[in-house]
Each structure stands twice: as C-alpha cells, then as structure tokens.
C-alpha cells in the first residue's frame, strides 16, 4: 500500500503543478513547460513502461523497486536546486522514468499480496490513502501558497513515503514466477474486453476539459482538490462494492455518474458551480474506475504476466495526456461548438457501456455467493444468540 | 419444558445416507418407546413424502412463510408403524413452485424471519409435544436452510463417506460454517456412512479393528468425534424403496450398527444432560 501510495499521490500533486513548476523553472522558453516538459515527462513513463512490463520479470523487483523510489526522491530533489531548459529536461525524463520502473510492478504486487475475494477492498484502500494524501498536499499548497521550493520539498516527502515500504517488506516475486505461462490471444481477450471501456472512458472524460473555458481556474482549483476527496471516498466505496457484487457494479455506477456531470455540469448553462459539479461527479467516476482498474488486471493476469496488464491499464490516459501536450488538443476542439463536443462525448459515453456488458464478470457468481452465505451464517449466528439470551 | 434434544443430519455432498440415517434413527427411538419429530428440512430436494407416501395438508413450507402452525403440519404415523413410542413427521413440499420461492425468490431477510418462525416451532414442540429428540434432515452444502438447521440443532451430525471429496469439503464446511454456529453450544459429531467392509465375500470383509483405524484416522483428519460407522450395504442402499430397514429388519447388520450409533447419541445426551445439570 505505502509504495503505490507515495507513487500514485507523489504523481497526481505533481502531475496538477506540473505545467506552472516546469514554466517556472524555464523562464527563458514560454512554451516548454507547457508542450515539451509534460510530453517528456509522460513519454518516459509510458516508455519506461512498457519496456519494464516486458523485461521487469528478468530483473529483481526489489532492486528495480529501489532504483525507481531512488531516482524519484533524487529527480524531485534537483528540481529545486537546478534551473534552466536543459537541466529540466533531463530531469523531466528521470521523473517519468522513475515512475515507468516502479508503477507496473507496484501495482502488480497488489494483485500478487491479494486474493480475488479482497482485492477490490485492498485497492479502495489504496487509493483512499492515495488522494486522501494528495488532495491534503493540495489543500496545504494552496492554503499555504507554497512556492515551487515549498512544492519540491512536499514532493520529495510524498515520494519518500514509498521508501517504507522496502524498509517493512522484501517483495520477492511469487514463487510461480518460475513457471513461464503461455498467455495465448484469448486470455488478454477479456482483459482488452475491459480496457475498450476504460479507453473509451479516458477520452471521453479529456474531451470534457476542452468544454471547460480558461476563465474558470479558480473553480478548476477548488474543484480539483475537491475531485480527489470524492476519489479517496468513492475509490473505498466502490473497493467494497466490487468485491460485494462484482467488478462491474462500481463502472457501471461511475460511468453514469459521469453521464450526470456531463449532462448537469457541463451540459447547459455553463457556471462557475456546474463546473464545480462536473468535477464532483467526475471524482465518482475516477474513483471507481481506479478501483476496478487496479483489482481487474490482478484478476485476469498470472504472476508472470502481471507487469504488462498493469502497464496497458494506465499508459492509456497518459498516452491521452501525452498527445494533449504535444498536438493543441484543447485548442482544435474550440474551434467546434460546445454542443457538438457534448454530443460526442454522450457517444463515447454510450459506447463505454458497451464494452461492460460484454466484459467477463471476474469475480465469480460462486464468488458473490460464498460470501453472501459468509454474511448469512453470521446473522444466523446473531438469530440462535438472541434466542439463547430470551431463554 | 422437556430435556428434549434436536439432532441435524447434514453433508458436504449429497448422495451420503442422511435421510437413511435420519428417518431409520427416528423410527428406532420411537419403537423403543421415546417421543420424535422428524422434519424434513431438505427444501430443496424433498423426499420423505416419497420415503412414507404421504401427502399432508401442509407442509414445513406453509410453516415458514407464517401460514401454518406446528401443529398444522404434523402428521402422526406412529400407530400405523407399530411403534411404542411417537413418531411425528414434518414434510416440506416437493412442489416445483415451492422449491424455486425457498431457493431463489426469497432473500435473506426472508431466510432470517423464517429461520425465527422455525426456532419458535421447534421450542414448541419440546413444550408442548414433550418430544425426546427432534430430527432435521438437512439439504447437503452450505445453502440457507441447511445452515439455519445446522444453528437450530442441539447436536450436529455430519454423515460423510470416507472419500477425499467428502473430507476435503467437510473440513472446509467446517471451517466456513460450523465453527461459526457451533460456538452457541451446539455439539459436533461425524457419522461415517457407506464405509468398505460389508462385503458378502470373506476376503473383503473388514477385520475387527480397520473400523476402528478408520474412524481414528477421520477424527484426527477433519478434527471431530466419530459417533459411528456403517458399511455400505448393497440391499440397503440400492433398494427400490428402502423403508425403515432399522425397525422392519433388526437382525440385519445396518439396522445392529444403526442401533450401536443410536445409543451411542442417547448416551451423549445423557452425558451432556448430566454436565448441563
């Protein structure tokens, strides 16, 4: 939990100072911090990756860990000491390739430290810590009005969190390893099955910002920081639905909420509040996205093939994030009317579902059910004591 | 109220001679003389209105939805058996439509409002039937009302054969259930059923003492008490119609082994009775 909390939240503080730190850290060219930073930031994540969800099985997950957790406290560091275009960008791609060498196999240790029944519960509470602590950075920074040093400084103790946990555990990979397991087409069928909606998902919810015009940043800030809340809160609460009824449940119900803030937010008549909601109801939906993203993969992939499902499921909305800061996404898309741009995204939206219902359920009715008589035979329980104590 | 016990019979898997077991344990006491109910509690594949061709007016499913009493489902067949003491039988319904509305339509809260119709009927029964020992013959599995039976009993008896399958899944029934359940004072009990050695050629037939091996090697495998064990008899078992082989044959070897099990239960209650006290 401690080495995905002090990646997940270390990058999503970043990820939303990103753009003022690298512009503030690059006063000679205006338009680095902006395109090239970020898209050198995200490329050498996604590269990393991907490289490392191919070769990681080869190298020793506890040194790779420790690379990656190093370099990332050591990039963060240099950032408050260094300045200028060429100093930045090398740290930009060390940031991202500190993040590319440790996520997948962060991630995949949550599917290998838990089973089908409690990964839903494990991942909630991941991600409850995660934006618990990432939406408090936020509130700090913007309460404090810290400058970049003080950004850096909170930074580098969020990586640091990480550390504690190869301090308290060796993560060795799971014995299994050892057996190579030929994954054919139609094992990653399900999984891709999963990933279309997720796709779908990411696209639809980046198209939603081009809607939202540059003259509410102030409410983007408010409603940021108060996003992340409802992810930690909806994050847990989909863990628990997800193990309680299935991985599917928490999608479904995120994919509407999104519908609604689309719809309420964004849809008509366009304020500084309905901004607010939008971002509300988009922190329902990212937080049970995340969940079930964290715990499908881990349910659909053997150890040995862990590394590269956890890569695919996240590279897909950096990847989105990625192209926004090479290609002027968001200015391409003001050229067509609001109206059009809700329309598409109600078709996105739409076709997300599609994908749902054609998805494998992978926690298993027999699953749902074991643990729907677990629950039963505890109340059973409670019935014979009440009638022991009327006696 | 009497000092009377109820006993489930419950299995991981089907097809292990609970109802057998049941119904001829049931109707042994009642010739001896003691006072019984048996109910079948297998709501989901009925068959002691098959076992005694019966066909009453209500059944233990009118009981649970609240449209019946106790009284109203009993069916007395003690006089008509010959029997000294009391025989009173609780059929559920082999209805189609009955068995879908328990399996599936009917939710947990329905299963848990039931559950307290059913504890109420039973401590009616001791009260006001003065009944020596109540017998639920429960559905096999982990499934509402074999769960409900297994928390109603007083004492609980698990009827396996001595396969892997069964103990495999009686140790994990165990672990999931009966733990949970027995912590209330209810007592554990394994009946080994079906076990090899009743073979009508010599050379097969167990020795004195592989019985006694086996049942020490189940206890120390799944970690409760053997009350007994019973051969797998050919005629018993695949009789067309086996009916009460324990009063209608008694020199037969399943009917002296039913009645050492028997008495082995009476002797427990006596016991625990006695520690009760």
Same mark, same amino acid.
């Given at each position: 939990?401690?080495?995905?909390?002090?990646?997940?939240?270390?990058?999503?503080?970043?990820?939303?100072?990103?753009?003022?730190?690298?512009?503030?850290?690059? =006063?000679?060219?205006?338009?680095?911090?902006?395109?090239?930073?970020?898209?050198?930031? /995200?490329g050498s994540i996604i590269f990393w990756s991907i490289a490392i969800s191919f070769i990681g099985e080869r190298i020793n997950r506890r040194k790779l860990l420790f690379t990656s957790i190093i370099l990332g406290i050591l990039t963060t560091i240099l950032l408050g000491l260094l300045e200028g275009t060429f100093f930045i960008t090398i740290i930009s791609v060390l940031m991202g390739t500190s993040l590319g060498l440790g996520l997948p196999s962060s991630m995949a240790l949550v599917a290998d430290y838990t089973i089908v029944e409690n990964r839903g519960r494990i991942s909630g509470i991941i991600l409850l810590g995660?934006?618990?602590?990432?939406?408090?950075?936020?509130?700090?920074? !913007?309460?404090?009005?810290?400058?970049? $040093?003080?950004?850096? $400084?909170?930074?580098?103790?969020?990586?640091?969190?990480?550390?504690?946990?190869?301090?308290?555990?060796?993560?060795?990979? =799971?014995?299994?390893?050892?057996?190579?397991?030929?994954?054919?087409?139609?094992? /990653?069928?399900?999984?891709?099955? /999963?990933l279309c909606t997720f796709l779908l998902f990411s696209i639809a919810s980046g198209l939603?910002?081009?809607l939202i015009p540059d003259n509410y940043e102030p409410q983007v800030a408010f409603g940021n920081t108060l996003r992340f809340v409802l992810m930690a809160v909806f994050g847990a609460v989909a863990g628990v639905m997800?193990?309680?009824?299935?991985?599917?449940? =928490?999608?479904?119900? !995120?994919?509407?909420?999104l519908g609604i803030g689309f719809l309420l937010g964004l849809g008509f008549n366009l304020s500084g509040e309905s901004v607010i909601l939008y971002l509300t109801l988009s922190g329902i939906t990212w937080g049970s996205f995340f969940v079930v993203f964290l715990a499908v993969p881990g349910d659909l992939s053997f150890p040995s093939s862990r590394e590269k499902f956890y890569a695919f499921i996240y590279i897909f909305p950096l990847f989105g994030q990625f192209l926004i800061s090479i290609i002027p996404v968001d200015a391409l898309l003001r050229i067509l009317h609001p109206e059009v741009i809700s329309q598409i995204l109600g078709v996105f939206l739409f076709l997300a579902i599609y994908p749902v219902?054609?998805?494998?359920?992978?926690?298993?009715?027999?699953?749902?059910?074991?643990r729907k008589m677990k629950e039963y035979v505890e109340r059973v329980g409670k019935v014979i004591q009440e009638t022991e104590e009327e006696k | 109220m009497s000092a009377g016990k109820a006993l489930a019979f419950h299995s991981y898997k089907g097809g292990t001679g609970k109802t057998t077991i049941a119904?001829?344990?049931?109707?042994?006491?009642?010739?001896? *003389?003691?006072?019984?109910?048996?109910?079948?509690?297998?709501?989901?594949?009925?068959?002691?209105?098959?076992?005694?061709?019966?066909?009453?007016? &209500?059944?233990? +499913?009118?009981?649970?939805?609240?449209?019946?009493?106790?009284?109203?489902?009993?069916?007395?067949? &003690?006089?008509?058996? *010959?029997? +000294?003491?009391?025989?009173?039988?609780?059929?559920?319904?082999?209805?189609?439509?009955?068995?879908?509305?328990i399996e599936i339509r009917h939710d947990m809260k329905w299963q848990l409002a039931a559950l307290r119709r059913f504890l109420a009927a039973k401590k009616e029964l001791f009260s006001e039937y003065k009944l020596d020992y109540?017998?639920?013959?429960?559905?096999?599995?982990?499934?509402?009302?074999?769960?409900?039976?297994?928390?109603?009993?007083?004492?609980?008896?698990?009827?396996?054969?001595?396969?892997?399958?069964?103990?495999? *899944?009686?140790?994990?029934?165990?672990?999931?259930?009966?733990?949970?359940?027995?912590?209330?004072?209810?007592?554990?009990?394994?009946?080994? +059923?079906?076990?090899?050695?009743?073979?009508?050629?010599?050379?097969?037939?167990?020795?004195? +003492?592989?019985?006694?091996?086996?049942?020490?090697?189940?206890?120390?495998?799944?970690?409760?008490?053997?009350?007994?064990?019973?051969?797998?008899?050919?005629?018993v078992q695949f009789n067309k119609h086996e009916f009460l082989s324990a009063i209608n044959q008694p020199k037969h070897r399943f009917s002296k082994n039913l009645r050492d099990i028997a008495n082995k239960i009476n002797g427990m209650n006596q016991r625990f009775q006695v520690d009760e006290e």
């Open positions: 939990m401690l080495l995905n909390l002090g990646a997940l939240s270390w990058f999503f503080v970043f990820n939303n100072y990103m753009e003022e730190t690298f512009t503030a850290l690059t =006063p000679n060219a205006t338009d680095w911090g902006s395109h090239i930073g970020n898209s050198l930031f /995200y995660t934006f618990i602590v990432a939406s408090v950075s936020m509130g700090i920074c !913007g309460i404090l009005e810290l400058d970049i $040093l003080g950004l850096i $400084l909170l930074l580098s103790v969020l990586r640091s969190i990480s550390i504690f946990a190869l301090v308290m555990e060796k993560f060795d990979r =799971p014995p299994s390893i050892g057996k190579k397991i030929r994954l054919h087409l139609y094992d /990653y069928k399900d999984f891709f099955v /999963y939603a910002w081009s997800a193990d309680r009824f299935g991985r599917k449940q =928490p999608i479904i119900i !995120g994919l509407a909420a219902l054609r998805a494998k359920e992978t926690l298993t009715e027999s699953k749902i059910q074991e | 119904t001829n344990l049931a109707a042994f006491y009642a010739k001896i *003389g003691m006072r019984v109910c048996l109910l079948d509690c297998d709501l989901y594949a009925p068959s002691l209105t098959t076992y005694f061709r019966k066909t009453p007016e &209500s059944y233990i +499913n009118n009981l649970l939805a609240g449209e019946a009493e106790i009284s109203d489902i009993l069916v007395d067949v &003690s006089s008509e058996l *010959g029997l +000294n003491g009391k025989l009173l039988l609780g059929f559920s319904s082999p209805r189609k439509v009955d068995i879908h509305e109540v017998f639920f013959d429960t559905s096999p599995g982990i499934r509402y009302w074999s769960v409900n039976c297994i928390a109603a009993a007083d004492f609980l008896f698990l009827t396996m054969r001595a396969s892997d399958m069964d103990i495999e *899944g009686t140790k994990k029934m165990i672990k999931e259930v009966y733990e949970s359940l027995t912590k209330f004072g209810s007592k554990c009990f394994v009946i080994l +059923n079906k076990v090899p050695g009743a073979s009508p050629i010599k050379k097969f037939q167990e020795k004195a +003492n592989e019985r006694v091996l086996l049942e020490k090697d189940i206890e120390k495998s799944i970690g409760i008490k053997v009350t007994g064990s019973i051969p797998c008899f050919c005629d």
